[in-house]
């Protein structure tokens, strides 16, 4: 339902007008953008994600430290093929890391490394769940994803929609393993942010 949803308000441009009604079928005053070869709301602009976002990558471990106890640790198992979260996928990890390791209730998090052959996984997002009582950290192959001015529920929905997925995937590079280039997400062009 959030895909369509998604998919309806910033695809198609019918998100609700000043009167509840779909803006594009309604009327809305749509102008041509030259960079994006498509109509847009007017009064709406094309930023380069990486204006709005930062990037930080995971802890790098080894399997001494992520056998018996310590902090849950969200990691590429964490992601199912669909991009929605995993619980059973998380480890324990009893290395050393920082502050900016940690990860909390409606953190994002993308996958920067894929095995699936497929680029199923690689780029997609998931928001850390809020039935941890405890702080977790996050792998290597995990990327969070930190802005001040676009929401993570915004983010989630277009690093998983088809259209963002079929253009990152050819950010990845590897044979057997995929490593995701983040410079593709911060090359990102997005349309949907409206001047304020």
């Not at 995971?58 to 902090?71: A, F, M, P, Q, R």
């Not at 001040?148 to 253009?167: G, K, Q, V």
């Not at 590897?174 to 304020?196: A, F, M, P, Y």
């Amino acid at each position: 339902m959030a895909k369509t949803l998604y998919d309806y308000w910033f695809v198609q441009f019918d998100f609700p007008d000043k009167n509840g009604k779909p803006y594009k079928t309604s009327g809305g005053k749509m102008v041509w953008n030259e960079e994006l070869k498509r109509e847009i709301p007017e009064g709406w602009v094309v930023k380069l994600l990486r204006t709005e976002i930062e990037i930080q990558r995971g802890i790098s471990y080894t399997s001494k430290e992520i056998n018996g106890d310590g902090i849950p640790m969200i990691n590429l198992n964490s992601f199912n093929l669909d991009g929605t979260y995993k619980s059973e996928g998380v480890k324990t990890y009893s290395g050393k890391f920082s502050e900016k390791n940690i990860v909390k209730s409606g953190d994002l998090l993308i996958a920067a490394t894929d095995v699936t052959r497929n680029a199923d996984i690689i780029g997609r997002a998931i928001l850390v769940p809020d039935y941890y009582k405890e702080h977790l950290v996050f792998s290597m192959d995990i990327a969070k994803i930190l802005s001040e001015s676009i929401p993570y529920s915004f983010l989630m929905m277009l690093f998983n929609s088809a259209h963002y997925h079929n253009y990152i995937k050819w950010f990845a590079t590897g044979t057997i393993v995929l490593h995701l280039n983040l410079d593709g997400v911060n090359r990102t062009k997005q349309s949907c942010l409206q001047q304020i």
